[in-house]
């Protein structure tokens, strides 16, 4: 059985980093988990977005830059406030945030089953050394960190075109079409845009 994680929160719907598809997604019997992105506003709060920007009124904000008031997005805490789920929940950190004040925040939410990862090596590396109970993976993909140390590491979120081997737990990215899913061994974390229509296909697949 595939373990299909909601990339963005994505189901066929187009729907990225908002909370109402997060929050419908996790009910899924077929979705293993979510994964968002975080990015850090001027006023250090946590909002989730993919994109360094947002675009709104015809111009371009950078979340770095902005107030959260003028950014008009989820943030991770209202995201963690109010989801109900004992499912995975990945949290794909962009920015170069303070690990002690995130340490502060996320300590709060013992109670979810939160995977940390980031592109950022030093990032996640410091994070893990000073915080050990952390779940906190490496994000190699794209010719980044393909060959750094990942032993302090929990787990590692690989693009799938990545040919190393690991012996970590994986989470491989973004699978959204059948043909690769097929090449993939079913006891790994998928992350697709596609988890409905991966789930049909694989059935239909087993039923023949």
């Known amino acids: ?42 006023d250090r709060v946590l909002v989730l ?30 995201l963690l406030d109010n989801i109900d789920t004992k499912k995975i929940i990945i949290l794909d950190i962009k920015d ?7 340490y502060k925040f996320i300590k709060k939410y013992y109670y979810l089953n939160i995977y940390i990862c980031s592109f950022n090596y030093d990032f996640v590396y410091k994070l893990k ?13 794209y010719n980044m960190n393909i ?27 973004t699978v959204n079409n059948y043909k690769l899913l097929d090449k993939l061994p079913n006891n790994l974390g998928i992350i697709t845009d596609n988890s409905y229509d991966l789930k049909n296909k694989d059935l239909q697949k087993k039923s023949t």
Request: hydrophobic fraction near 35%; charge should be positive; proline fraction near 0%.
């Open 1 to 42: 059985m595939y373990k299909f994680i909601a990339h963005r929160g994505n189901n066929d719907n187009n729907c990225e980093n908002k909370f109402d598809c997060l929050k419908d997604i996790v009910n899924y019997d077929y979705i293993y988990g979510i994964e968002v992105d975080v990015r850090e506003s001027l």
């Open 147 to 173: 060959n750094k140390d990942i032993n302090i590491f929990d787990f590692l979120s690989i693009h799938y075109n990545v040919k190393k081997i690991f012996n970590k737990d994986l989470f491989i990215w």
């Open 129 to 141: 050394s000073n915080y050990k109970l952390l779940k906190v993976g490496l994000i190699i993909g």
């Open 96 to 102: 170069n945030i303070d690990i002690n004040k995130f």
């Open 49 to 78: 977005n993919h994109n360094s920007f947002i675009k709104k009124n015809h111009s371009i904000y950078f979340i770095s830059k902005t107030n959260y008031k003028n950014l008009n997005l989820t943030t991770l805490k209202y």
